[in-house]
């Protein structure tokens, strides 16, 4: 009797929950939905496998969705999710819906409310703060450190050239940690000469336990992941993060304070052009209103931030751009006929002039950020009723999962060669997109990524640094469309970690003939 009564109870509830929600269901019913889908649990059973399989999943659905005009319904569960596609529809969704998906919950515990993942109360007034920050006067005065670290990431590149594979991820995870910290925080962590770093270990500790909450719903729930061996894992390291970003933040309010620099007039004027020795932190704390400004958890939870969004996203973009270029020499062999241009025989450090002479390299990196963008997807809530000019109206209560992926490689904006592998579509005479969302490596709209500036000369400063000393080998590519086996992992990542081969050039320049040998 007791057996049939629970049944009934939860029969009741579940008809109860669906009658609260019959909008919601009614609204997604007009839109189309994959083909595997099954019933109750929708396409739960697609995001059960390994990081590669869940990766491969999203991949095909975003396929789908340009097939079916840009947008595919999803349940995973009882949640609600439309993978959209189309750029048109994408503008109004990401000007409209600026709440973060749940999802990113999980990584609250390590950034609190910093600016990604703020709720939209938080991220309206640090937002604020943070834009003068990544103005590009400001973010030019870092090409110096850029270029100190690529310097010293190449040299350790030098005892691994002629001597086999290289997995070259670790060794870009740590040059863009170094370059991230130093411009920061203000602090030479000197991650490349030590593998072992504590902070490096427990930040990429942190960010696998965050891609396998996502992915595996028994995790997910605060009270049952305490039964969980990562839970005690992931707090010791949050707290080795956490002590050692703060310590760094109580020596630079010491040192604010003994040399008096809040009363200077130079810096109450905000003269950019005297930001060349300051890090994030020397800013964020001058421009929230120094001592009145940012407290000491406001200002680690920008930190954070800064220090894990900047360290994965520039290594991978790196890492996929050495890939393609191992994947069609002819490519490598023009960008490095490009910098022996503008170098010559000459081993001395980059700097600002020489990056905006480098627009073969710009066009490059902006290929491989399409084809290969580190963040694939990015989710929002739908708080209210948003209509589209598809026609479609996506209802409350649901999430977007925008598919960079998928925009990058629609056909209906990018041409039939949208998978092909072409620098030059990036040509001022050629790279015509008909709409502005329909590249968006960076996303769009408020909420879009405001060091994208920092990233690209980051990215561009070690690739050059790369190319120039080693010649990229790998296996060559037998048709113009990539293919790299992937997996999602916080970011989008190659399975092998980036394995290339480098063999050191030797440069000897004819003068007379202005050849390179």
């Known amino acids: 009797m007791f057996l049939w009564l629970l049944y009934l109870v939860i029969v009741l509830g579940m008809a109860l929950f669906r009658l609260k929600r019959r909008r919601l269901h009614r609204l997604a019913s007009k839109i189309p939905g994959p083909d595997d889908e099954l019933p109750f649990i929708g396409v739960a ?67 609190g409310n910093g600016g990604i993942y703020a709720p939209l109360s938080v991220w309206r007034r640090r937002r604020k703060i943070m834009v003068p ?12 450190i850029f270029s100190d670290q690529s310097e010293k990431l190449v040299s350790m590149l030098d005892e691994c050239a002629g001597k086999g594979d ?56 605060e009270w049952l992941y305490k039964f969980f061996h990562q839970y005690t894992e992931e707090k010791n390291y949050l707290k080795e ?24 007039k130079v810096y109450r004027n905000f003269d950019l052009y005297n930001y060349k020795t300051r890090s994030f932190l020397d800013l964020l704390i001058e421009f929230s209103g120094g001592e009145n400004g940012y407290n000491d958890l406001e200002l680690r939870e920008e930190i954070m931030t800064l220090t894990i969004a900047g360290t994965d996203t520039s290594a991978v973009a790196i890492g996929y751009t050495l ?13 490095y006929q490009e910098l022996v241009d503008v170098f010559g025989n000459s081993d001395r450090p980059i700097d600002k002039e020489d990056l905006l002479k480098l627009k073969y390299l710009e066009r490059v990196v902006k290929e491989s950020l399409r084809l290969f963008p580190p963040v694939p997807f990015i989710i929002r809530k739908i708080l209210e009723d948003i209509s589209l000019p598809s026609g479609r109206t996506l209802p409350a209560g649901s999430g977007v999962a925008v598919s960079i992926w998928g925009l990058h490689r629609d056909p209906k904006y990018w041409g039939p060669d949208a998978e092909v592998f072409d620098p030059d579509r ?12 329909s590249y968006m490596p960076f996303s769009s709209g408020p909420r879009n990524c405001l060091g994208y500036q920092y990233a690209l000369m980051s990215m561009k400063t070690a690739l050059s640094a790369i190319v120039r000393r080693y010649k990229i080998v790998g296996e060559v590519e037998s048709g113009p469309v990539p293919h790299i086996k992937s997996k999602i992992d916080v970011m989008m990542k190659a399975v092998d970690d980036y394995k290339i081969s480098l063999k050191k050039r030797v440069i000897e320049v004819d003068v007379f003939k202005k050849t390179v040998i």
């Open 45 to 111: 059973h697609k995001f059960t496998g390994t990081t590669e399989d869940i990766l491969n999943s999203l991949q095909k659905y975003s396929y789908e969705a340009i097939k079916k005009n840009g947008i595919l319904r999803g349940w995973i569960g009882h949640i609600l999710y439309f993978v959209v596609v189309d750029p048109i529809d994408l503008e109004v969704v990401l000007k409209n819906c600026l709440e973060k998906d749940d999802l990113h919950r999980f990584l609250k515990n390590a950034i």
């Open 133 to 144: 920050a990544f103005s590009p006067k400001i973010v030019e005065t870092f090409i110096e």
């Open 166 to 221: 290289v997995t070259m991820g670790p060794f870009l995870c740590r040059y863009t940690l170094d370059s991230v910290c130093e411009t920061t925080m203000g602090i030479k962590l000197n991650a490349q000469n030590n593998p072992d770093n504590r902070f490096l270990r427990a930040l990429k500790n942190i960010l696998n336990f965050f891609c396998k909450r996502i992915f595996h719903l028994w995790l997910q729930p």
């Open 241 to 264: 993060m956490h002590d050692f970003v703060d310590g760094v933040i109580q020596k630079k309010r010491e040192e604010i304070k003994k040399e008096k620099y809040l009363n200077s």
């Open 323 to 335: 890939k393609l270029l191992a994947m069609y020499p002819k490519v490598q062999d023009k960008l």
């Open 426 to 437: 990036f040509l001022p005479e050629r790279f015509n997109v008909k709409h502005a969302c």
